[in-house]
């Protein structure tokens, strides 16, 4: 069933089932497995599926629904989010100029560090919360300007609208990494960004067993055309069995990210009083310096959390090991809460203050999840 519905809980269920079904079909795609396809008779068409890597049913209702959640006009699914973030550096010219958030995803930031140069790109990075300095670093070669809000692991807050009033003066396109934010927490395109970014292993996914990235574009089918031959050439795919199971995610993502919302919320709060904290870092708090502009473009302000804590490198490590409903684990947007003192698991290059502690705060009961921190840090 195909759907008009502009809401996401019904584009979420029904935005990657099977177009008309005729009668007596099974209400839920199955797994084509198959990676090639019996030629016709009468000859190859154009819209035939052919061969797994350059398009299968799965990856095709995979891609449908998730240019439906974020309002756009075309998607490409990808085998991981930094191969779907590769793809939208690789279709830039070389010789462009690129912006990036100072902080940012440190897998972008290790993408920019190691490859950039050698694409022929130029990268700065800016402080994306002040939109001055943004307009400062603007070069007559800018092409794009990365954005990710809430950012990594800081959670700061960029004015994508800000942004993307700055970029089209300029000529340059917006990317906006909406992996931490959703779909259901924020709209890139309706603020006016031209292409968004997942990690699809995160949120999404939801269930951590799923790796994937996603790169959705509006209004320009020319980017659009250089992001799928980059993913069909080079070949950084999702398997039908991955792409099955993210739509079956999908299906119930929009309740569990209301979940993720309050809980981490009240997560938020709790840390906040604590005397063992020393500052949090949630852009729900009245207190967090990108408040107002969150709310003003976001409606939830999703389920990760940072904190610095009272204390060393090794008391954050004490904490994030003392807990028996939170697991000392990387990554985020699971079902299930986890936690990490982010330096260690980024190593040597990182940038993470030595006393934070990344919070990705699950759906558990938010009772049981804040007596288990709280035994934690009073430790
Ligand atoms: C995890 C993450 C990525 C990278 O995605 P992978 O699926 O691990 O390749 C990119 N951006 C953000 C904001 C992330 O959290």
């Not at 279709?91 to 050698?118: C, K, Q, W």
């Not at 954005?147 to 700055?166: F, G, H, R, Y």
């Not at 080079?234 to 993502?253: C, E, M, N």
């Amino acid at each position: 069933m195909s759907t008009e519905s502009t809401n996401l809980e019904t584009i979420a269920i029904h935005g990657s089932m099977k177009d008309n079904p005729s009668p007596n079909e099974p209400v839920v795609p199955g797994i084509e497995l198959s990676t090639i396809y019996e030629h016709r008779t009468d000859g190859i068409r154009e819209e035939d599926w052919k061969y797994t890597r350059a398009g299968n049913p799965n990856r095709s209702q995979l891609e449908k629904v998730l240019a439906s959640l974020e309002g756009g006009d075309n998607a490409a699914a990808f085998s991981s989010g930094v191969a779907a973030i590769t793809s939208v550096f690789q279709a830039m010219n070389s010789g462009s100029h690129i912006l990036v958030p100072d902080d940012v995803y440190f897998g972008t930031r290790m993408l920019v560090l190691d490859f950039a140069e050698r694409w022929g790109l130029e990268v700065d990075f800016v402080d994306m919360t002040n939109p001055s300095t943004v307009e400062q670093a603007l070069k007559a070669n800018t092409a794009m300007i990365w954005v990710e809000t809430p950012s990594n692991p800081l959670l700061q807050i960029t004015d994508v609208a800000k942004m993307c009033t700055l970029a089209k003066k300029h000529g340059a396109i917006v990317a906006v990494d909406n992996t931490w934010p959703t779909p259901f927490n924020m709209q890139p395109f309706g603020l006016g960004a031209d292409v968004v970014i997942h990690s699809t292993t995160k949120y999404l996914g939801g269930h951590s067993d799923i790796l994937g990235g996603a790169v959705i574009v509006k209004q320009n089918e020319e980017l659009f055309q250089k992001i799928r031959k980059i993913q069909i050439t080079q070949g950084a795919v999702p398997s039908s069995f991955d792409s099955w199971l993210l739509a079956r995610s999908i299906r119930s993502f929009p309740l569990r990210m209301r979940v993720h919302n309050e809980n981490a919320g009240k997560m938020a709060a709790f840390l906040n009083e604590h005397p063992k904290v020393r500052e949090v870092f949630y852009p729900g708090l009245e207190s967090h310096p990108g408040h107002e502009i969150a709310k003003a473009q976001m409606s939830g302000f999703g389920g990760m959390i940072s904190f610095l804590i009272e204390g060393d490198e090794a008391d954050a490590l004490k904490i994030v090991h003392g807990t028996k409903i939170v697991t000392a684990a990387t990554s985020l947007g699971g079902i299930e809460s986890i936690w990490e003192h982010r330096r260690s698991t980024e190593g040597e290059r990182s940038v993470a203050p030595k006393d934070l502690i990344r919070f990705s705060v699950g759906l558990e009961h938010i009772d049981d999840l804040i007596a288990d921190v709280e035994q934690a840090l009073d430790k």
